[in-house]
């Protein structure tokens, strides 16, 4: 399963989603160019955050809302 990681402080400060972009090179609002993230990948950077900003949501789900 993959999975898009949502950078919270960017959210809710700016009122949009704010994905990371593939391989970690910033981040962006739209979906289509969000990263999809290995749930390894995903749970270990979302781990490894140390500011704890950072949630994971499964590809599928996101595009099922």
């Not at 960017?10 to 739209?30: A, E, V």
């Not at 979906?31 to 390894?40: K, P, V």
Request: with cysteine.
């Amino acid at each position: 399963m993959k999975y898009y990681l949502i950078d919270l402080e960017r959210s809710i400060s700016l009122g949009r989603i704010h994905y990371w972009k593939p391989n970690k090179q910033g981040y962006t609002i739209y979906i289509i160019d969000a990263g999809q993230y290995t749930q390894e990948e995903a749970k270990r950077l979302v781990m490894d955050d140390i500011d704890k900003i950072t949630v994971c949501i499964s590809v599928e789900k996101a595009n099922s809302l």
